[in-house]
């Protein structure tokens, strides 16, 4: 369970937060006092700490400070009621504080920036503990880390160098590339890079929403619009008001609602539904598909007009297939990262484990990576002296399935061009089915298409269960 200290001289204030945060599955600390609160530090170790800035004897900035200074693996967030500018624009400059929140909260946004600053938190742990015991790749591959994106591939960090350079514009980002490389990760480097970092990141998936739900998850709505609306809605552009929205599978919007977005872009301004007041719209939008809109646009299921709009700033992201060494540094990593979590040494990996996920396709890509070295130190027990090829899933073994997209390290330009468009048949479908029990996102993921396009295809050719 992750640890959270709240500091705040406002008895009602610790209350609420504890409260909003125990049903977040954390454990919480809380003191009235600041200097009580440093104490408790010397003695305990914090993931995270909240403090208000204004408190009798200290303010949050210099107890944050001290924090920094001693405690610097600890993820801090400032809120205030007082625009104390010149206090909180110091302590971003001197790294004494992540974020910044202010008062009255937002319940949401607030349990979304402890879980990203938790997240990275973890991130941070888990590479400690990879420097602490690197395996021979490692010491032969430093890692060079952009917002806990990992690489030492020259394509993919020279995207990055585009993003670090371009970010701080409020231009509209669209991330290409297929299902697992990471799209949503990059989105929130943007969002980091941005002038808008202090503002929330919201994130929502338009292939997993019917055109009426995602419509009222964009735009928000009144009560009683529509059957169902009991109460007023909040949207996500209301939401991320101020910060950034990231739509994913972008090209699952339907025609009729692409239309009111390309509005909103235009005008800049929307309207709720079953409302009749407009909002202004003030968002840094990313938006992704494992698509690209050219092709979205030549299959007519994509506005051109949208698609010069949320293209402004294009960013590919090459599969994993292509990344060169980056297959053995995140394997490395990510296996660090597994066995730390269950509080164990990494275990050396045989050549010829290396040799194998080498030869192989990796369709779901760096999340299917991170899964199978889930599944390695899930399956590695305290007799083992080695990673061997019993650990490895049966499907990366076998290469067995996918007909029609022979994925291999011999003919990687070719299988690209089939990943990004495959021709998808009822026998290929009852394969990939076979291949991986049914499970719809490693069946995605193999084709390189979304949920939705996939449940679309089980449905056309009566495989829909």
């Known amino acids: 369970?992750?640890?959270?200290?709240?500091?705040?001289?406002?008895?009602?204030?610790?209350?609420?937060?504890?409260?909003?945060?125990?049903?977040?599955?954390?454990?919480?600390?809380?003191?009235?006092?600041?200097?009580?609160?440093?104490?408790?530090?010397?003695?305990?170790?914090?993931?995270?700490?909240?403090?208000?800035?204004?408190?009798?004897g200290m303010l949050g900035t210099e107890f944050f400070a001290q924090i920094a200074e001693n405690y610097p693996s600890t993820r801090r967030i400032l809120i205030s009621g007082y625009a104390d500018f010149d206090d909180v624009t110091e302590a971003f400059n001197k790294e004494a504080i992540h974020k910044f929140i202010v008062k009255p909260w937002n319940n949401q946004q607030l349990t979304a920036v402890i879980a990203e600053q938790l997240s990275l938190k973890e991130m941070g742990d888990s590479e400690v503990v990879a420097q602490q015991e690197p395996t021979p790749v490692e010491a032969q591959a430093?890692?060079?880390?952009?917002?806990?994106?990992?690489?030492?591939?020259?394509?993919?960090?020279?995207?990055?160098?585009?993003?670090?350079?371009?970010?701080?514009?409020?231009?509209?980002?669209?991330?290409?590339?297929?299902?697992?490389?990471?799209?949503?990760?990059?989105?929130?480097?943007?969002?980091?890079?941005?002038?808008?970092?202090?503002?929330?990141?919201?994130?929502?998936?338009?292939?997993?929403?019917?055109?009426?739900?995602?419509?009222?998850?964009?735009?928000?709505?009144?009560?009683?619009?529509?059957?169902?609306?009991?109460?007023?809605?909040k949207g996500m552009l209301e939401e991320a008001e101020g910060g950034t929205l990231f739509l994913d599978e972008v090209v699952e919007i339907p025609l009729a609602l692409q239309a009111k977005l390309l509005r909103v872009l235009q005008e800049r301004e929307y309207t709720p539904v079953g409302d009749t007041r407009t909002r202004k719209f003030d968002v840094k939008l990313i938006s992704a598909s494992a698509l690209s809109l050219n092709q979205a646009v030549s299959d007519g299921v994509f506005r051109e007009d949208l698609r010069y709009r949320l293209e402004v700033i294009p960013i590919q992201l090459p599969p994993l297939r292509e990344r060169g060494r980056d297959l053995k540094l995140l394997f490395d990593l990510f296996l660090s990262q597994q066995f730390a979590r269950q509080g164990r040494a990494v275990l050396p990996v045989r050549d010829d484990v290396?040799?194998?996920?080498?030869?192989?396709?990796?369709?779901?890509?760096?999340?299917?990576?991170?899964n199978v070295c889930t599944y390695i130190a899930a399956l590695s027990n305290a007799e083992d002296k080695a990673v061997t090829l019993d650990k490895l899933p049966i499907v990366?073994?076998?290469?067995?399935?996918?007909?029609?997209?022979?994925?291999?390290?011999?003919?990687?330009?070719?299988?690209?061009?089939?990943?990004?468009?495959?021709?998808?048949?009822?026998?290929?479908?009852?394969?990939?089915?076979?291949?991986?029990?049914?499970?719809?996102?490693?069946?995605?993921?193999?084709?390189?298409?979304?949920?939705?396009?996939?449940?679309?295809?089980?449905?056309?050719?009566?495989?829909?269960?």
């Open 142 to 233: 430093p890692k060079s880390s952009f917002h806990g994106i990992v690489t030492e591939d020259p394509a993919l960090k020279e995207r990055l160098s585009i993003i670090a350079r371009t970010a701080t514009t409020d231009a509209p980002f669209y991330i290409n590339g297929e299902t697992g490389t990471g799209k949503e990760m990059v989105a929130r480097a943007i969002h980091m890079e941005s002038e808008r970092s202090n503002g929330s990141f919201v994130a929502i998936n338009c292939a997993n929403l019917t055109e009426t739900l995602l419509e009222s998850q964009l735009f928000g709505h009144k009560k009683g619009a529509f059957t169902g609306a009991d109460r007023d809605q």
């Open 396 to 465: 990366i073994t076998s290469q067995s399935g996918a007909p029609e997209i022979e994925l291999g390290a011999d003919n990687t330009q070719a299988n690209s061009a089939k990943k990004s468009n495959p021709v998808i048949t009822r026998e290929s479908l009852e394969k990939v089915i076979e291949q991986y029990g049914g499970h719809r996102e490693n069946m995605a993921a193999h084709f390189g298409i979304s949920r939705m396009t996939l449940w679309r295809k089980l449905k056309q050719f009566g495989l829909e269960q």
């Open 1 to 56: 369970m992750r640890s959270i200290l709240i500091v705040d001289d406002d008895d009602y204030v610790l209350k609420s937060l504890a409260r909003l945060l125990r049903s977040e599955d954390l454990g919480i600390s809380s003191y009235h006092d600041p200097q009580e609160a440093l104490i408790q530090c010397s003695v305990r170790q914090f993931d995270l700490i909240l403090s208000d800035q204004r408190m009798p």
């Open 354 to 370: 290396y040799k194998v996920i080498e030869g192989y396709s990796w369709p779901g890509n760096v999340r299917e990576l991170a």
